[in-house]
């Protein structure tokens, strides 16, 4: 039974705090331990007010009631999930990606020339990720005759989708993309206020964005990957999970097709036929 502490609207207790971590975990695999109890009451927080709840508790027995699973549970997803991302981040994988690893999938099997280049972009958040792809992807291109390639961005955020999909930016979110290609592949929007710019049509169609869970949606993918970019979301995982998430990349992955984490993510740990080619990309052996 509730206590009258338990009881202050704003606050999560302990009990709470238990379940809903559990239902995270199980639903998405993001891994909350108890010392960021505080940063999952902050962010539930918006939700309690937003359905107009009294307390904490209230908004937590609502969400694990029948209705309240099926009609709360993507939002609260929306509201606990970390979505920080920018263009260009990490810019040497871009680098990489150009000089080494397209040349290497084109000489390998024609990736791109005699079949099209498959790339995933698999927790693209309000899409930077994605369209940093496309930029450099469509640069690469433009030096060879009919280059065919496409990007599926994906993740478990309804709302970063919808953002992502507009692909409308704010000027100061532009800034880490080179004079270059901000004239190439950027336009004043007429969708928004004069401080915004959008993706060019030609950038646009060759995203295609998705809602996966990388929990339970990998395997049902059609396509096999040559590149895969999953970065600055496994470190949200337990290392169990981690290596499930990993393993099912690997088998989408072409032989020979390369992998992308971000720079705190480690794949030591995860007996895999890859190799380590740098700073946190690996290759898939070639069987
Ligand atoms: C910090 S952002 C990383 C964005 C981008 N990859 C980057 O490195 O800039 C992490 C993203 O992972 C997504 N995410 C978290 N759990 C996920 C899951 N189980 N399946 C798919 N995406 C997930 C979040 O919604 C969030 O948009």
Redesign the pocket.
């Known amino acids: 039974m509730a206590t009258v502490v338990d009881r202050v609207p704003e606050t999560l207790c302990d009990d709470d705090f238990r379940r809903v971590a559990a239902l995270i975990k199980e639903?998405?695999?993001?891994n909350i331990v108890f010392g960021k109890k505080a940063l999952l009451e902050g962010r539930l927080r918006k939700r309690v007010r937003a359905l107009g709840f009294p307390t904490c508790s209230d908004y937590c027995d609502f969400l694990f009631s029948s209705s309240g699973r099926e009609q709360e549970l993507a939002a609260m997803?929306d509201a606990i999930?970390?979505?920080?991302?920018?263009f260009f981040?990490?810019p040497l994988h871009f680098t990489f990606l150009v000089n080494s690893a397209l040349p290497e999938l084109i000489r390998m099997n024609g990736a791109g020339t005699t079949r099209k280049l498959n790339v995933w972009?698999?927790?693209?958040?309000?899409g930077?990720?994605p369209y940093t792809l496309a930029m450099v992807i469509s640069e690469f291109a433009s030096t060879l005759p009919r280059f065919d390639w496409g990007i599926l961005a994906?993740?478990?955020?309804s709302k970063?989708l919808e953002t992502a999909k507009m692909g409308v930016f704010r000027n100061e979110q532009i800034e880490p993309i080179p004079m270059k290609l901000r004239m190439k592949y950027l336009l004043k929007s007429r969708f928004a206020d004069s401080e915004s710019v959008r993706m060019t049509p030609e950038i646009r169609d060759r995203i295609a964005f998705r809602r996966?869970?990388?929990?339970s949606?990998v395997a049902k993918l059609k396509d096999e990957m040559d590149v895969i970019?999953?970065?600055?979301?496994i470190i949200?995982?337990d290392r169990p999970t981690q290596e499930r998430?990993v393993c099912s990349l690997y088998d989408r992955l072409i032989p020979g097709g390369y992998l992308f984490m971000?720079h705190a993510e480690s794949l030591m740990h995860i007996p895999l036929q890859m190799t380590y080619e740098s700073a946190s990309i690996y290759r898939k052996t070639r069987e």
């Open positions: 639903q998405c695999g993001i997803i999930t970390t979505n920080t991302t920018n981040r990490e972009s698999a927790a693209c958040s309000t930077e990720e994906t993740d478990l955020s970063v996966l869970n990388l929990m949606g970019f999953c970065r600055n979301v949200y995982f998430i971000g």
